[in-house]
């Protein structure tokens, strides 16, 4: 069932644009409003309804009086008596009728009375067929009339009639009840019409009592509310209400339904305006989430939806806050960040979100000349047995490194190594390029690492035209030498015109890198709120897309609770393989599951320091740990690289004095590494930490173990970044040219890590991109 945390329409109180209201910086996600209508009355609260199971009638009355006692609360409708006024009229005028005639008749002499008297037993005969015909005809089944107005932009009067009835036993069904109802919405006092409709649901009653005839009072509530959770839910389309009943032959879970969900369509098409085109993104990770910031701006007059199949928003964005107890007395607010922790200032499209969405005063920068940013370890077997080696960052450093023999002589004689590439070819690995250049110990060692830290993939899998494009182009500019082409200037401008990024890059200048004091969700969350405060967007959780299709001409999109849309465009922010799942056979799309997928397991580590004792790892931004000479193996450590947290984001974490008194460091296992549970045991991982620890180049902790860790979190990423391998970039313009020419004739557009890159910097990018050959949807 679609469960959406979207509030209430057109709030934008907490709408952190500027110039639109309050700057504050983003709440966590609990604070989200719930609509009133998901609130269920307590079961204490309740008066116990019991009734006779064997006695239909009183099954329907008991369901008939909980409809009734379900709309009529006060922020639902206003009920609307208007039948039972008019029978009552029409009662009374009999009864007056008869009366008055049986008086006359009393009074007046029999022959002189006798046309009155006549007279008034046709009016009666008239008035009770009358009241019994408006009882059978027009008043029928009804339970349930009731009106009420909102107002979003507009006052919109709206009016629902139930009525039900008991459908007989019939074969091995049980008896049922079924609710139909009718619907009309207009605004203008009347005038204008925009919607009218009907809808019905039926379940069993033994759905809702029990054996001794007790009424499960929340769950036929939960089945009669469904569609009206959606007055603060999404829609899913503005078009085409009767699109959102229950698909034929699927079921809702336990029970046939949403009973009324045409109606939850019309409410939200109505208060966003029948007409408008509609644009459905798919997924609600950080792409997603940019991509429907973007289109809302773009396309102010579209109904925007994003539908995520997840509970959370922000995708593997994801930074939590722990409560963690140090051994000595105290505790402290940890930040534990378990996807992207940093981000650099280069992403413009970054920069614009912050200037957009006012998130300047939450920004923590690390100064270039930290440790953090200088400082990078290499964990090689080869040149230390077990530790931790600093990679040079000056000549003096260089000259002194352990990895000057692999570094000085592969750097210094590439540039007069002649054009190796061989003729013709357009794409290589990353691996086979670095090696072409600079020897392929080189390339394991140095390149290995590199594409550990980045894709967590094999380097000999990766693509260097997708993954490191400049290098590519280095070579071609200088003329065979990657060296010598990174001394030449490239062409490609680098103007911050696009973007609306105000002074944050002056802010940033002389930072490496930056985050933020709550951590890289304060981007995603900030961008739900912005999402949350706009009238015309919709945020889908806890609904999967289950299919992508054209049917006669319209996108048709089907989600896994058997919702059905018909948005106009639509913006697919999924990972490409799922994307592929999606589409039909007829409508698949090409390489969509050309490349592999890296899980990654993230083991968020903090340690208490004791008084006097030095840090557990040496300053600086982590260590990687490169590709071994025997490949990989099961026989290994499986791991990836750790990072040294504490170095440059202990500012995230709380009371301020704590920050020397834990250090927080993250490990990454998996990859291209086959990994089992074994790896990933806290044993294991601490095992193999400590020997990397300790044992490093710069003297260690003198051997001394690591402490116990105070707080151990384990993550596991499945498939969580793409690879690109060779030909990537080739298939991508396939890709997009069978978007713009085959049967989507534009109106899907693909977006996010599996098409141009995986930094956040590249998602927040191609979600500004996306769709930028829209116009006039509809
Ligand atoms: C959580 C694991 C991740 C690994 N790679 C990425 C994630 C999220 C994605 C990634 N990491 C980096 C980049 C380049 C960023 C850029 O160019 O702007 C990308 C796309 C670099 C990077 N790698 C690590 C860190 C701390 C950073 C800085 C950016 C960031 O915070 O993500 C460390 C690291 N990441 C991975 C491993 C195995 C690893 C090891 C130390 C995998």
Known sequence: MARSKKTENGRSDASPIPGRGSSTSPSPDTDRPVGPLSVVVPAEEREEVKVNNANVTELKNACDDAVKRYLSRPELFKQIYLHTDVRLGLGWASVFVAAGTA??????????????????????????????????????????????????????????????HTQPVKGSKQPAYEVAVTYVRSSSGGKSLLAKGKTHGVAEYSAFFDAQGIMDQEKFERWIRFPFKGTFAPPITVRDPQDLGATPGKQVPELQGPVLSALFAQQVATSLDMQRPHIAILGGGLTGLSSAFHLSRRHPEALISVFEKQTRLGGWVHSERAEVKHPEGGTANILLESGPRTLRPNAKSVLELVNLLGLKDSVITTPKTSPAAKNRYLQIPEVQAQGIVPLPSSIPSLLSSPLRSQLLPNVLSEPFKGRNRPAGIEDESFDDFMSRRFGASFARMFGSALVHGIYAADSRKLSIRAAFPSLWEAEERGRG??????????????????????????????????????????????????????????????TRVELLDLVEGRIQLQTADGRTAHPDAVASALPLPVLHSVLPTHLSLPHLTANPQSS????????????????????????LVPRSSSGYSEEGPGILGTVFDSSSLSAQDLPEDSRSRFVKLTVMLGGPHPITERHTTLDNVLKHLNAHLNSRVDGGTGGLALPKPALARTRHHVACIPTPTPGHPQRIEEMKEALSKGPWQGRLDVVGAGVRGVSVGDCVESGKRVGSHWSGLG
């Open 103 to 164: 008086f006359y008749g009393y009074k007046v002499e029999f022959e002189q009375s006798k046309p009155v008297v006549w007279a008034g037993l046709i009016l009666y005969i008239i008035l009770t067929t009358i009241q019994t015909l408006y009882a059978y005809f027009v008043e029928g089944d009804t339970v349930y009339s009731g009106k009420r107005k909102t107002f979003s932009r507009r006052i919109v009067s709206e009016r629902i009639n139930l009525s039900s």
């Open 600 to 623: 990654v397991t993230v083991i968020n580590l903090v340690f208490p320091l004791t008084k006097g004792q030095p840090s557990i790892h040496p300053p600086g931004f982590g260590y």
């Open 481 to 542: 030498s990657v060296v010598r082409g990174m001394l030449v200037p490239s062409k490609a401008s680098s103007s911050l015109d696009d973007y609306d990024t105000g002074d944050v890059p002056e802010m940033m200048s002389g930072a490496p890198v930056f985050s933020f004091k709550d951590g890289m969700s304060t981007i995603t969350n900030s961008l739900v709120r912005y999402l949350e405060g706009q009238p015309n967007v919709r945020i889908i959780t806890d």
